[in-house]
């Protein structure tokens, strides 16, 4: 399985796996405070981005780069298609943004301290969080948004591939989950943290989180139940699983 993860301290790179995180190699790409990175289903497309900097798209796995995104602006977070072919990215304090192929546009309700997005694996379902207020949806792929009304300092969020299951996390608060794409939510029964990060497998039946100084919770119920894995606190700040929900890798701010 390929997985990615970057560096954000000091002139880091985009690192790759090709053996589900046994063994790490850099890329070619270089940059500082890497910040959110995705890829397409198959790993041969990877979309990376600076707080403050450039977002830097691969075709070839990571063999080069080209920047797609070369305005210095504080993103926050990337999704992408299952294909990589659409891909949307948000700032903080700025707007939504959505890729066809190389080409941005402006998509969103305005302007928001937005931190986290997620999309179904066609780009049809979009959702975007805002740290400090509520989580918007659109069904039409970019084109309408409306809002949840789902208050909170979310911090991360994730789709399941058909887009109607989401999930998100706040920092320095719980775990909810919607099963309709955010026309309701469910408070979990997840532990109050400092959630920095969350993924799901295809379904969002599998859910892995972590906190900010705290410790990895995992769910194979959609959040009915949790349970810690490890017993170290860490400042975990980027996690990603498998389709199936079996492997994950988390990334810790060193």
């Given at each position: 399985?390929?997985?990615?993860?970057g560096?954000?301290?000091?002139?880091?790179?985009?690192?790759?796996?090709?053996?589900?995180?046994?063994?790490?190699?850099?890329?070619?790409?270089?940059?500082?405070?890497?910040?959110?990175?995705?890829?397409?289903?198959?790993?041969?497309?990877?979309?990376?981005?600076?707080?403050?900097?450039?977002?830097?798209?691969?075709?070839?796995?990571?063999?080069?780069?080209?920047?797609?995104?070369?305005?210095?602006?504080?993103?926050t977070?990337?999704?992408?298609?299952?294909?990589?072919?659409?891909?949307?990215?948000?700032?903080?304090g700025?707007?939504?943004?959505?890729?066809?192929?190389?080409?941005?546009?402006?998509?969103?309700?305005?302007?928001?301290?937005?931190s986290?997005?997620?999309?179904?694996?066609?780009?049809?379902?979009?959702?975007?969080?805002?740290?400090?207020?509520?989580?918007?949806?659109?069904?039409?792929?970019?084109s309408?948004?409306?809002?949840?009304g789902?208050?909170?300092?979310?911090?991360?969020?994730?789709?399941?591939?058909?887009?109607?299951?989401?999930?998100?996390?706040?920092?320095?608060?719980?775990?909810?989950?919607?099963?309709?794409?955010?026309?309701?939510?469910?408070?979990?029964?997840?532990?109050?943290?400092?959630?920095?990060?969350?993924?799901?497998?295809?379904?969002?039946?599998?859910?892995?989180?972590?906190?900010?100084?705290?410790?990895?919770?995992?769910?194979?119920?959609?959040?009915?139940?949790?349970?810690?894995?490890?017993?170290?606190?860490?400042?975990?700040?980027?996690?990603?699983?498998?389709?199936?929900?079996?492997i994950?890798?988390?990334?810790?701010?060193?």
């Open positions: 399985s390929l997985m990615y993860a560096g954000n301290i000091g002139s880091g790179s985009v690192y790759s796996s090709s053996d589900s995180g046994h063994t790490w190699s850099p890329t070619t790409v270089v940059g500082t405070s890497w910040y959110a990175i995705a890829c397409s289903a198959d790993g041969t497309k990877v979309f990376a981005a600076t707080h403050g900097g450039s977002i830097q798209m691969s075709s070839n796995g990571g063999v080069t780069w080209s920047a797609i995104a070369s305005s210095s602006a504080a993103w977070s990337i999704a992408c298609t299952a294909d990589g072919s659409k891909f949307i990215a948000s700032v903080g700025g707007s939504l943004y959505l890729w066809t192929g190389t080409t941005p546009s402006v998509t969103g309700p305005g302007t928001a301290n937005w986290a997005v997620a999309t179904s694996s066609d780009g049809t379902y979009l959702a975007a969080a805002i740290n400090g207020g509520t989580i918007y949806t659109s069904s039409t792929g970019g309408s948004w409306g809002n949840t789902s208050g909170g300092n979310w911090s991360a969020l994730v789709a399941s591939a058909n887009g109607l299951k989401l999930a998100a996390a706040a920092s320095g608060g719980g775990i909810a989950t919607s099963t309709n794409f955010g026309a309701n939510w469910t408070t979990t029964s997840a532990p109050t943290a400092a959630w920095n990060c969350l993924a799901g497998s295809s379904d969002c039946n599998r859910l892995v989180a972590g906190a900010s100084n705290g410790l990895i919770y995992a769910s194979a119920n959609f959040g009915a139940t949790w349970s810690s894995i490890g017993t170290t606190n860490q400042a975990w700040s980027a996690i990603c699983a498998s389709a199936d929900g079996g994950f890798a988390a990334a810790v701010n060193a």
